[in-house]
């Protein structure tokens, strides 16, 4: 970035007291919030976001610095919720994902449900992926198949849960061809999500130069006796 196109000490300055400002408006947003789902909070939670995310730009143009805090994004967090305060219905949409990493395996458990049923139908079903899973998903529950992956060849990825709530239960069938096709964000109550991403660690090589040291020094301890002792 050239010389004239930094921000100014007063502009990272003034960045700073927006913070400043932004802080004290989120404490007391929290102080007097209203219930778990205060607009008022996440009104002042996303300003914060904001004010933090302009001052850390300006002091990295400015300084070459950051600060230590990391405040997720309004695109990370849910919207506020407007749905009903006394919800008498509410859907639970799951998502789960899979690979399929051994093939075999989910082919032979697909062949012993067959023939645990005994009626000779459905062995060509279970002699390829497509129908194994489809035996498979049909013999068993969405939790048991979560529980017991491995057995059936299979690996986790991503999964999500949202529980949404509704002034009223949806008529029989009325959403059944397409069940996910009108899933609200603001009338979510609460959401559970798994995913690989939050447990990546960057390897520290400081560990390992560390163990290193421990192993030398052990050696080092190690020292023959004096054959004259």
């Known amino acids: 970035m050239s010389d004239a196109a930094q921000p100014t000490a007063a502009e990272v300055r003034a960045a700073a007291e927006a913070v400043k400002t932004a802080l004290d408006r989120h404490l007391a947003a929290v102080e007097g919030r209203s ?15 904001a004010a933090a995310e302009a001052y850390d730009e300006l002091l990295y143009d400015r300084y070459d610095e950051v600060t230590p805090f990391e ?81 059936f060849g299979l690996e986790e990825g991503d999964s999500t849960m949202w529980v949404t709530a509704a002034d009223e239960a949806a008529d029989p069938g009325e959403w059944l061809e397409a069940p996910f096709e009108n899933a609200d964000p603001q009338q979510v109550v609460c959401r559970f999500d798994v995913s690989a991403v939050f447990d990546e660690e960057i390897p520290d090589d400081d560990d390992d130069d560390l163990e290193a040291e421990l192993e030398l020094d052990e050696d080092e301890d190690l020292e023959p006796l004096d054959a004259d002792r």
Do not use: C, M, W
Request: net charge negative; glycine share 10%.
């Open 71 to 151: 405040i997720p994004g309004a695109e990370d967090a849910l919207p506020p919720y407007t749905g009903p305060e006394e919800p008498s219905a509410l859907s639970v949409l799951i998502r789960r994902d899979y690979t399929v990493v051994e093939p075999q395996r989910l082919l032979a458990q697909a062949q012993r449900v067959e023939a645990a049923d005994g009626d000779g139908t459905g062995v060509e079903a279970a002699a390829t992926v497509h129908g194994a899973l489809g035996i498979l998903f049909g013999e068993f529950e969405p939790d048991e198949i979560a529980s017991r992956h491995k057995e």
């Open 35 to 49: 219930g778990e789902d205060d607009p008022g909070v996440y009104e002042a939670f996303n300003e914060l976001a």
